[in-house]
Nanobody, 124 residues
Framework: QVQLVESGGGLVQAGGSLRLSCAAS????????MGWFRQAPGKEREFVATISRSDINTYYTDSVKGRFTISRDNAKNTVYLQMNSLKPEDTAVYYCAATPLVGKATLSSEYAYWGQGTQVTVSS
């Protein structure tokens, strides 16, 4: 079992930055690839970014490439999402998730554990 707790969300103006954190407890954090997803009102949850167990491989959805950076600190059992140049369309609840799968995991169904989410609101 892995427990995930997100933090760092908030209200920011367009063009601003936020850094989300996701603290993990339970089984060995480094055994899991980690991902960030988001869900805007009235929309389905969508993939944002993923990072491999060893912090070597990352992958992003096209809409955030060059603006968002996913990273992890296995010593601190924490994964981060640095979000720069935020746009109003980035407004959503952001979730972190953990998967035991190896390889690029971009589907919600590939993730076994989820946090409760943190709200990010970008004003225009």
């Amino acid at each position: 079992q892995v427990q995930l707790v997100e933090s760092g969300g908030g209200l920011v103006q367009a063009g601003g930055s936020l850094r989300l954190s996701c603290a993990a407890s339970g089984r060995t954090f480094s055994s899991y690839a980690m991902g960030w997803f988001r869900q805007a009102p009235g929309k389905e949850r969508e993939f944002v970014a993923t990072i491999s167990r060893s912090d070597i491989n990352t992958y992003y959805t096209d809409s955030v490439k060059g603006r968002f950076t996913i990273s992890r600190d296995n010593a601190k059992n924490t994964v981060y999402l640095q979000m720069n140049s935020l746009k109003p369309e980035d407004t959503a609840v952001y979730y972190c998730a953990a998967t035991p799968l190896v390889g690029k995991a971009t589907l919600s169904s590939e993730y076994a554990y989820w946090g409760q989410g943190t709200q990010v609101t970008v004003s225009s």
